[in-house]
């Protein structure tokens, strides 16, 4: 394995553990949630710079946390937050 790749991918495995302790105390389900669905696209990226795709990951986030929370049958306060922030990021896009 690449030293580079290895380094990389530990620090960020940190930042993700460190992006959710940031969440607060009581964090929301979908919070986390969210955080755990932006380390599997960071991942996906090979742990590389994301920042130019960042809108369409929010999206897609919002997108698989909608059809989570649905499934689940989370309260319709979290859905409609769900939705809200997603309409946020996709106003980003246009």
Do not use: C
């Amino acid at each position: 394995m690449h030293l580079l790749w290895v380094v990389k991918r530990f620090i960020f495995q940190k930042l993700a553990y460190l992006a959710l302790l940031s969440v607060g105390n009581a964090p929301s389900r979908s919070t986390v949630i969210e955080e755990l669905i932006h380390l599997g696209q960071h991942r996906r990226f090979n742990w590389g710079d994301v920042s130019h795709f960042i809108p369409h990951l929010e999206i897609e986030a919002q997108h698989k946390l909608l059809q989570i929370g649905q499934r689940m049958g989370w309260t319709v306060e979290e859905i409609e937050r769900i939705r809200r922030a997603l309409k946020i990021w996709e106003a980003e896009l246009k």
